[in-house]
């Protein structure tokens, strides 16, 4: 007696392929799920990580390029929540062109500790911290001495600042949760106001 073999699968054989294959799709899906997820966090941080170093940037740019003025009008001045002064790097023209500018730490209506940049009339609201957030000034002096104040104040009210600027300037923030950073700004130039002969 002959007996055909039938070249197909029995329902066995393709009851083992479906369950491989299944396993396969769920472990592949799984991977993507995963890869996924780790792309939204990471586009994420990258997205909430821009504003700040941008503004960081904006800052230190600007401020590194504070000159020493002797003209009394256009001399440093700074703050635990303010800095002015004159700079050849403004935010708003081009490089080279010197400019009066203004930072600002403000609390706005909601408590929200907000950094301002001020130049000739325009008013630009650079970067916001939550509520509780406590913020500041430094300035530190070539001999090393870190202060609020810029100049420091006098014993005697009635002499005329020098004109010199400190040697580098920090912003200092403290969120609610404890972390604490600080942007520096390292003054490259000549911190005393460079005398010629205008000013004979």
């Known amino acids: 007696m002959c007996f055909k073999r039938n070249n197909g699968m029995t329902l066995i054989e393709l009851l083992v392929v479906m369950v491989l294959l299944s396993i396969v799709s769920s472990l592949l899906f799984q991977g993507?799920?995963?890869?996924?997820?780790?792309?939204?966090?990471?586009?994420k941080r990258q997205s909430e990580g821009q504003p700040v170093m941008l503004a960081s940037r904006w800052f230190i740019d600007s401020l590194s390029g504070i000159q020493a003025e002797l003209d009394a009008s256009n001399q440093f001045y700074g703050?635990?929540?303010?800095i002015s002064g004159m700079t050849h790097s403004p935010l708003l023209g081009n490089n080279g062109m010197v400019q009066r500018i203004t930072w600002q730490l403000r609390k706005d209506d909601d408590g929200q500790v907000a950094l301002y940049y001020n130049q000739t009339g325009n008013s630009l609201r650079i970067i916001v911290w939550?509520?509780?957030?406590?913020?500041?000034?430094?300035?530190?002096?070539?001999?090393?001495?870190?202060?609020?104040?810029w100049p420091q104040p006098d014993s005697n009210p009635s002499s005329i600042p020098d004109g010199e600027i400190p040697s580098a300037i920090v912003l200092e923030i403290v969120q609610p949760a404890g972390v604490v950073s600080r942007w520096y700004v390292c003054i490259m130039g000549r911190t005393y106001p460079r005398i010629d002969y205008r000013d004979i």
Request: net charge positive.
């Open 32 to 43: 993507l799920s995963v890869g996924l997820s780790s792309y939204e966090r990471v586009k």
């Open 79 to 82: 703050s635990a929540d303010s």
């Open 130 to 149: 939550p509520t509780g957030t406590v913020a500041r000034f430094l300035y530190r002096s070539t001999n090393g001495y870190t202060q609020e104040r």
